[in-house]
């Protein structure tokens, strides 16, 4: 047999696995001095009150004959598909239909799999930094060539950094699928609805497709940003969404998102993009468990969106401290107003390693250094709101202890 030599070409020091071996062998050598971890983007705050009652209750009826439930509909159940349409879409004044729906585990898997549906030889771009899975999928399927300079030889890479504000500008030449993430992971950047209407004007004078991830929409503040893309007037026409219970309710240990693939998107040869993913889904992935769908629908309860609203407002506010904090001791801050996510220029032309290691051995504070992101983001460095309030404050602290010297 052969193996999928692409997977070869990966690059092998994954960003995170070789952060937590930089933070293991910390511990090893320094085991009395407590570490301040806000790096990786994973929630510390419990589940809503009203997701746990609601998988209690799913749970009491997986136990009884009368309303056990086996296999899921492939796609997600009714109620939770109509709930999706009613309180992320038609609230805001945008028609996504129940079909144009699928629940699966998780944005992650849906950036990934979306592949599946897409010839190898379309070319991809991607903002530059940007979430890993977005480029390594892309590796894994082929559509990449090689690796030189830094780059993928067959990826359109757009820079996002400090003189473009973080936007990527449009494509000089033509690429066929594009990626973009708002409000922005790694940078927290966020864009405005005139801003997106040029990528999507642009998709559908180009026949290109955006994907669109809105893994962090639960985190604007401002009125201009858009939830989702099809806000945008043309979107159906030209793009997919991800979207991700993860981040909006705390589900990233339980797993749920979805994606919309609207019935208007077509490939050049007239077939629907829906039908497609559709066959995929049934074909590959057999549905999101019962209990995981009843907690997603508690998400959009009267209780569970109160409830919802108080956390996103905890981490809000752990973003704001490390904002605030940080440009009070004179660092370049970016994101943070609707995003969990802070993105700091380093100080005096650090490296961004050589930061995270100054951070983690003179002050015991774990982020996440920009370059592991992508080119661009060397000379920036992630934190991130996550953490218990306590924590975040005392990370803040240590930073301006050390850096006012
Ligand atoms: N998309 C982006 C931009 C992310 O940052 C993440 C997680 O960090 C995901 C998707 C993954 O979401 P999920 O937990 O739903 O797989």
Redesign the pocket.
Known sequence: MKINDNFLKIQSSYLFSNIAKKVNAYIAANPDKPIIRLGI?DVTRPLAPACITAMHKAVDDMADEKTFMGYPPEYGHKWILNAIAENDYRARGVDIDESEIFLSD????D?GNIGDILSVDNKVAVCDPV?P?YVDTNVMAGRSGDFVNGGWSNIYYMPCTAENNFLPSLPTEKVDIIYL?FPN?PTGMAITKSELKKWVDYANENGSLILF?S??EAFITEDDVPHSIYEIEGAKTCAIE?R???KTAGF?GVRC?YTVVPHALKADDGTELNGLWARRQATKFNGVSYITQRAAEAVYSEEGKKQIREIIAYYQNNAKVIYNGLKDCGFTVYGAKNSPYVWLKTPDNMGSWEFFDTLLNEIQVVGTPGEGFGPSGEGYFRLTAFGSAENTAAAVERIKNYFAK
């Open positions: 983007g998780g944005a992650k898997s950036c979430y899975v993430c992971n991830d893994a962090y991800f991700s219970f993860s990233t998102g």
